[in-house]
């Protein structure tokens, strides 16, 4: 008898474990989980349990499925492989991920930062305007150095030097940009910097960027603060302005920093006691670098001489920047006419003025005192006074009459002019470049003076404002017009006009 015995069935499941791995970034030193780029080769550390063959490690930037750099992993189980120095050449941040033969991903390092290498840049903190000293630019690093050996061509590194006029350096500009600068030699040794860029009084400062992030500052410098020497100095052979014939020279000196032109200021002073402040200005001429005169031509000045007599002529000598702004240096003073024999007598400064009336008619005001270069006068060749301080102003309080209400109209966007004129009669703010305002004849409160008409005119910085007033005629007697420095009732007042 054959027996039949029931079949066995045996169910199994094949699993393929892949080896467990640990994978991460080795940032030997600088700041946690950052990576400072050019300071050497990016080290990534690995370790299995058991060999993997042709695994290979790749890196990306974040949010980027773009590989930027791969490497092979040696067939042990643990290790360090090493991106090329060159391999990250952006700050941002990164990831490197493990995979199989195939591309399958293994696992992945968390995300590691890279960071620009950081250096302590040090200038000069003073220098003298145009003096023949090229100031130095000192670097070291801070943390880890460049030990890149090249710079890659994609970075590509280089200096702004900024002015401020002021320390705050809320407002800035440019005043030269170098070029090309390799890091590693920035590390060994000085920068020199060109005298002729610091042709402006202020404050300045070095910072160093990159071309593909020109907004990222990496690393900035001290402020050096720049002020004028006593270089420019002008004088004449002659010892007053008559009797000239054909060119009347000057002579100037100034540093020998100075790579341009600059100008030399011919003014008058109608009378002998008028203060510098009011010189009158006549002629330029060019002062050349590769000389020490310059000249004015007798027959200009003898025609103005005629026509306006005054008794005092005057140099200033104007350096001029390379973004043409200028500086006047000094006061130099020559008599129209010869004087009688005798010592010359430099002029001295008078006592100060009494204060005039206040100006203003409510609130704030200004007033101001003169002296006069009259105490002697200078006489026989003698000197002008020296300084420009022969003028001073003050703000001054008015008590307002009783019943005054300081009440400004809300400013109002001005509609689109109609042939030119703004619809703005009863006061409104304005910020278009140009235009004309016709003030209008019944503003509500203007009859019984309880109401103040504003219009606001405002300019982009740096700009100036002309006013011209034309057909000008008051609508109410007593009506006043007054033109502030500002948008409030105490700002400066330049105008104040009564009718």
Not at 51 to 71: F, G, H, P
Not at 268 to 274: G, H, L, Y
Not at 340 to 346: L, N, P, R
Not at 456 to 465: D, F, M, Q
């Amino acid at each position: 008898m054959i027996k039949c015995l029931p079949f066995l069935t045996i169910s199994f499941i094949i699993v393929f474990l892949l080896p467990e791995a640990i994978l991460s970034v080795d940032v030997i030193s600088g700041p946690a989980r950052s990576y400072v780029i050019l300071s050497g080769p990016l080290p990534v550390r690995y370790s299995f349990d058991k060999i993997l063959r042709r695994s290979y490690l790749s890196l990306y930037k974040q949010n980027s499925d773009i590989e930027i750099a791969q490497q092979l992993v040696q067939q042990v189980r643990a290790g360090i492989v090493q991106f090329p120095c060159h391999t990250v050449t952006s700050p941002g941040s990164y990831i490197v991920k493990l995979h199989k033969a195939d591309g399958t991903v293994i696992t992945s390092t968390s995300y590691f930062n890279a960071v620009w290498p950081k250096f302590n840049l040090t200038i000069p903190s003073s220098h003298t305007a145009q003096e023949d000293i090229h100031p130095s630019l000192l670097s070291s690093p801070v943390g880890q150095d460049v030990a890149c050996k090249t710079q890659p061509s994609e970075l590509s590194f280089f200096l702004d030097v900024v002015f401020s006029e002021d320390s705050s350096f809320v407002e800035t500009s440019v005043e030269h940009q170098e070029p090309n600068i390799n890091l590693r030699q920035l590390n060994t040794s000085p920068l020199i910097i060109r005298c002729e860029i610091f042709d402006r009084a202020g404050f300045y400062q070095v910072i160093l960027r990159e071309a593909q992030h020109p907004d990222v500052a990496i690393s900035t410098s001290n402020v050096m603060s720049v002020t004028w020497g006593d270089y420019y100095k002008l004088s004449s052979v002659q010892k007053s302005i008559f009797p000239c014939d054909g060119q009347l020279v000057v002579n100037y000196t100034r540093p020998k920093c100075v790579r341009r032109a600059d100008n030399v200021h011919m003014f008058a002073r109608i009378s002998r006691s008028m203060a510098p402040g009011e010189l009158e200005y006549m002629y330029e001429a060019r002062a050349p670098v590769n000389a020490s005169t310059t000249s004015f031509n007798c027959d200009g000045i003898r025609q103005f001489h005629w026509k306006n007599r005054p008794a005092t002529y005057c140099f200033k000598y104007q350096t001029v920047a390379r973004d043409q702004a200028v500086t006047d240096h000094g006061l130099f003073c020559l008599p129209a006419n010869k004087t009688i024999a005798g010592q010359a007598v430099d002029g001295q400064w008078s006592a100060w003025l009494p204060w005039s009336n206040c100006s203003g008619s409510c609130i704030l005001g200004t007033q101001s005192r003169y002296r006069y270069c009259n105490n002697p006068s200078p006489s026989n060749g003698g000197q002008f006074c020296k300084g420009d301080d022969s003028y001073q102003y003050r703000q001054c309080e008015i008590e307002c009459s009783e019943g005054i209400e300081l009440k400004p109209v809300n400013p109002v966007k001005p509609k689109r002019p109609t042939n030119k004129a703004l619809q703005c009669g009863c006061g409104c703010s304005v910020t278009q470049s140009d235009g004309l305002i016709i003030p209008g004849r019944s503003c509500p409160g203007t009859k019984d003076y309880k109401v103040h008409i504003v219009w606001t005119l405002e300019a982009p910085p740096n700009a100036v404002i002309q006013l011209n007033l034309t057909n000008f005629k008051w609508n109410v007697a007593g009506q006043i017009l007054k033109i502030r420095d500002g948008a409030t009732f105490d700002a400066s007042l330049l105008f104040d006009l009564k009718g």
